[in-house]
């Protein structure tokens, strides 16, 4: 069995190689340039990027900007197109930089002689030196000449990139989907579970407050209600009388009446009552 994979990965690495050694610079429609060489700090520093998309145009090939809207058929297939960059090699006294092209598959295809400058304001030596490598790529007189191999290659490549690209929009559609009805789900048992507190008449019309548990905390005198902040609400006092509190700071009372606790109080001369949730 491993033999048989072995013999299987050397005939596919024979077939590729013999695939890319019949290929040229001819074979490849479009040079994508970078908005930045790593040599440089900026963007675009000197317009070195701007002066390499112009020379490799002026050289017969169909230069673009990295990240710009690209043709349809190289959006479509994008081993029509070749990835270039300039590097530099530090020398004394001179500035030397050389092309590279990759396709799409980082394989090198295309390797300059450096050009040389020894100019030694960099604007003007990083010019020179561009100018001067360029010079090599156009004794080549590139013409395109498309390559059945490439592009049936590349296109088997777009497709599962494509089938790809759609089972990962799928993907997040159906987790969107799982999100919203997980939330729903929440929102459905929230609801349940509210305590619904029935209206008391007594004196004043009860008002019923929200299902927010009180929880009680034992202090000398009596206790202390907390919510689950935990935040202090109420601060009760024992009476003479079971279940029955005076409330700290505030002209109230909290008593039990059968199975819920109230808490009235006075606002002007109207005296109100609410029913409260009360863990002791």
Known sequence: MKIKLLLSGIFFLLISTNIFSQTSLNNYKYVIVPDKFDFLNEKNQYRINELAEFLFNKYGFTALTEGEDYPEDLTNNRCLGLKSDLL???KMFKTRLKIEL??????LVYVSNYGESR????????VEAVRATFKHLEALNYAYEPNTQITSISTS????QNSNNTKFVQEIKDLKEEIENLKKEKTEVI????????EIKEKEETKVVASNVLYAQETSNGFQ????????????????????FLVENKSAIIYKKEDKWIIEFYSGDSLKSEVLNIKF
Request: hydrophobic content about 25%; charged content about 35%; overall charge negative.
């Open 191 to 198: 609801k349940a579970q509210e305590v619904i507190v029935p």
């Open 119 to 126: 100019e030694k304001e960099y604007e003007t030596a990083y």
């Open 225 to 244: 209600l907390v919510d689950s902040s935990p935040k202090v609400v109420y601060k009760i006092k024992n009476t003479g009388l079971n279940d029955v």
């Open 157 to 160: 490549t777009t497709t599962n």
């Open 102 to 107: 990759k396709d799409c598959n980082d394989r």
């Open 88 to 90: 530099k090699e530090s």
